[in-house]
């Protein structure tokens, strides 16, 4: 069997790595340009065309809501969609996108605001207008039978709740949606935030994504490590850079040496016109 591991990445980050990977997932908020996009996609070096799941960026809004209230993450998903104050512009962004990127989307994951009666509303709002989401199944908020009825009606599920639990609870979400798979092993189940392990691969689980590649280039050093406004530093293996008040590194050797030159110059661009 086959296992997708999608990088969860932005445009600007895909820029750098592009020719590393095949699969990649990309939320609304990291796409400011579907031409640009576009214009990575087609220039990837191969034959290959790289698999593009899209994101609804409903964690980040959701995200956002539970920092300024003080709530579990988790727990927001399950909240109104009227709640969020981002959601309209949220929404419009998210279907300009599917419309600009159709031919070039692996897939898009639904906006999983909402409990399920609420999901399955918005969801089929969409697939009357032409649309067709992935839908998510939240572990923690919504219960079996909801989950019986996606896997009856779709050939893909994405599963979320599982990047903000802890490890054993996690463990236990992976479980418990691996007795659903064996029931229906055609459906492709996709675990939303999570990187491939050994857990996740003692499971059925067909795919999924993360940012844990990216932490050298988002690890965060201490601010004011580097003196004197903008500067950059290379050393054999690790790539500085401080913008005066934000530290950051990527370590190079992480990429094939053919194109660690590559990637040094890339991010030097990226770094200097982006922050």
């Not at 990291?30 to 031409?35: C, E, K, L, M, Y």
């Not at 209230?69 to 104050?85: A, R």
């Not at 599917?98 to 605001?113: F, K, N, S, T």
Request: glycine letters at 6%; one cysteine or more.
């Amino acid at each position: 069997m086959s296992y997708y591991y999608f990088f969860a990445t932005t445009v600007n980050e895909l820029k750098i790595i592009i020719n590393e990977h095949d699969n990649f997932l990309l939320p609304v908020e990291g796409i400011d340009s579907p031409a640009e996009l576009i214009e990575i996609i087609e220039n990837k070096s191969g034959k290959i065309r790289p698999n593009i799941l899209m994101d609804s960026g409903v964690f980040s809004l959701v995200s956002y809501y539970a920092r300024l209230n003080n709530l579990s993450i988790n727990d927001c998903f399950s909240l109104d969609i009227s709640k969020f104050s981002g959601y309209d512009a949220l929404f419009s962004k998210y279907l300009s996108l599917i419309d600009a990127l159709r031919d070039y989307l692996w897939g898009y994951i639904e906006i999983d605001i909402g409990d399920a009666e609420r999901k399955t509303k918005t969801r089929q709002e969409l697939e009357n207008s032409g649309y067709k989401p992935i839908p998510v199944w939240h572990a923690l908020n919504d219960d079996f039978d909801y989950l019986e009825f996606l896997c009856q009606n779709y050939k893909c599920i994405a599963i979320g709740n599982l990047s903000q639990s802890s490890n054993d609870l996690r463990m236990k979400i992976i479980y418990a949606v691996s007795l659903v798979k064996r029931q229906y092993p055609d459906v492709w189940f996709h675990a939303l935030g999570i990187s491939p392990t050994k857990i996740l691969f003692a499971y059925p689980f067909d795919s999924s994504d993360s940012s844990s590649y990216l932490a050298h280039i988002k690890y965060t050093l201490t601010p004011g490590v580097f003196a004197g406004g903008n500067e950059l530093k290379i050393s054999t293996n690790l790539l500085k850079y401080s913008d005066g008040e934000r530290s950051y590194a990527l370590r190079v050797s992480a990429f094939s040496e053919h194109n660690r030159q590559i990637v040094v110059n890339n991010y030097y661009q990226y770094i200097g016109g982006n922050l």
